[in-house]
């Protein structure tokens, strides 16, 4: 199957400093990727949709100054958590699809987030 | 916000035997999805079914649709402990490349 790659795993951070997730699809283009953040124990929220080329669209009450988001190619999408606060740790996950319609969707490994 | 609802919340079953997790959402939708996910991991999508199919196996699990009702059930038959993870049921709306997804079971098979 189609792979997603999301990098850093982990990454632990400062208040105030900002931190960039990479997501990658490896071995097709997606024109669009989608960003979700989970809680401990919790579901998956849509942060907000990926569009290669123009912005993204955010999901109602995501601040996008706070979750800067460019995808400025079609295998490349980056999330950065600009001005980072302890209440931002969480784990994020990006996923894409290959196409339109019926199939499924791949998602990265996810990234744990620390802010300290 | 969330789609769907799944219950149980969490599940604990001897391996062996059938887990059955239900999904209720509230709109209309192209497809329902089932993703699996390891603790601290990605997901892994399952199996998923178009709004015109009533059900659909895959191996051990086994996945209805009731569209009349706006839910789904999965079935997994004679579990494993490597079972052991939590299931979200995502749907995919009409026109609408993102996913939502349901809140989820938590399922623990103990050996």
């Known amino acids: 199957g189609a792979v997603v790659s999301q990098h850093p795993s982990r990454v632990i951070c400062k208040s105030g400093t900002s931190v960039k997730i990479e997501c990658r699809s490896l071995?097709?283009?997606?024109?669009?990727m989608f960003w979700y953040r989970q809680f401990p124990k919790q579901s998956l929220m849509l942060m907000a949709t990926?569009?290669?080329?123009?912005?993204?669209?955010?999901e109602q009450g995501v601040e996008k100054d706070k979750f800067l988001i460019n995808h400025a190619s079609l295998t490349l999408s980056t999330l950065t958590v600009t001005s980072a606060h302890p209440e931002d740790s969480s784990f994020y996950i990006c996923?894409?699809?290959?196409?339109?319609?019926?199939?499924?969707?791949?998602f990265g490994q996810g990234t744990r987030l620390t802010v300290v | 916000s969330q789609q769907g609802e799944e219950d149980p919340q969490a599940l604990s079953i001897q391996e062996g035997e059938n887990a059955t997790m239900n999904c209720s959402y509230k709109?209309?939708?192209?497809?329902l999805q089932w993703y699996r996910q390891n603790s601290g991991r990605g997901l892994v999508h399952l199996i998923l079914?178009?709004?015109?199919?009533r059900e659909k196996h895959s191996g051990r699990l086994r996945v209805t649709l009731d569209t009349s009702k706006k839910s789904s059930s999965l079935l997994i038959t004679a579990s494993r402990a490597a079972d052991t993870a939590s299931y979200f049921c995502?749907?995919?709306?009409?026109?609408?490349?993102?996913?939502?997804f349901g809140t989820g079971t938590r399922l623990t098979i103990i050996p």
């Open positions: 995502a749907t995919d709306l009409f026109g609408n490349e993102k996913l939502t």
């Open positions: 990926s569009n290669e080329g123009s912005k993204a669209t955010y």
């Open positions: 996923s894409a699809r290959k196409n339109r319609g019926n199939t499924e969707a791949f």
């Open positions: 079914i178009r709004s015109n199919e």
């Open positions: 071995d097709f283009q997606a024109t669009t």
């Open positions: 709109t209309s939708i192209n497809n």
